[in-house]
């Protein structure tokens, strides 16, 4: 499974990244200070989760989220919070994120969310192919 991993916090992304790579069927396969950086980054690539940080998408998060489902046709979008309050995921979420945990969240917590995203990345393309 194809990560990217969107922060400016340059010893979270790292730490991040070292702990993801150490899952067998995670690779992280792109890294971005932040969110326009990203949108310059990864179109064409083969990305099915991204995982960011709410206060790196400056302004217009919904916007930003939008524009990121538009290049990457199916990704996922897994946002990072600061705060663990359940009103930020709720605001992450409609904003355009398919999910939203506590950046401080364990590998195993990191590793089961991303997974149920990925579930549910395949399971929307199944149905796409069976509608066309």
Same mark, same amino acid.
């Given at each position: 499974?194809?990560?990217? !991993?969107i922060? &400016?916090?340059? !010893?979270? /992304?790292?730490s991040?990244?070292? =702990?993801?790579n150490?899952?067998? /069927?995670f690779?992280?396969?792109l890294?971005?200070?932040n969110? &326009?950086?990203?949108? $310059?980054q990864?179109?064409?690539?083969k990305?099915?989760v991204v995982l960011?940080?709410s ?7 919904? /916007?930003?989220?939008? @524009? ?7 990704? %996922?979008?897994?946002?990072?919070? #600061? ?5 930020? @995921?709720t $605001? =992450? !979420? &409609?904003s355009? =994120?398919d999910?939203?945990i506590?950046?401080y969240? #364990? %590998?195993? =917590? ?5 997974? @149920?995203?990925?579930q549910m990345r395949?399971?929307t393309? %199944?149905? /796409?192919?069976i509608? %066309?």
């Amino acid at each position: 499974m194809n990560l990217a !991993i969107i922060t &400016s916090n340059d !010893i979270y /992304r790292e730490s991040l990244k070292t =702990a993801l790579n150490q899952i067998t /069927r995670f690779k992280v396969r792109l890294e971005c200070h932040n969110c &326009s950086e990203t949108l $310059q980054q990864i179109a064409g690539r083969k990305i099915d989760v991204v995982l960011l940080t709410s206060a790196d998408c400056g302004d217009d998060l919904g /916007r930003t989220l939008k @524009r990121l489902h538009q290049l990457v046709p199916g990704v %996922k979008i897994l946002m990072l919070l #600061d705060h663990p309050e359940e009103c930020w @995921r709720t $605001q =992450a !979420i &409609s904003s355009g =994120a398919d999910d939203a945990i506590p950046q401080y969240a #364990d %590998k195993d =917590a990191l590793e089961e969310h991303i997974c @149920r995203l990925s579930q549910m990345r395949e399971h929307t393309t %199944k149905w /796409r192919k069976i509608l %066309k």
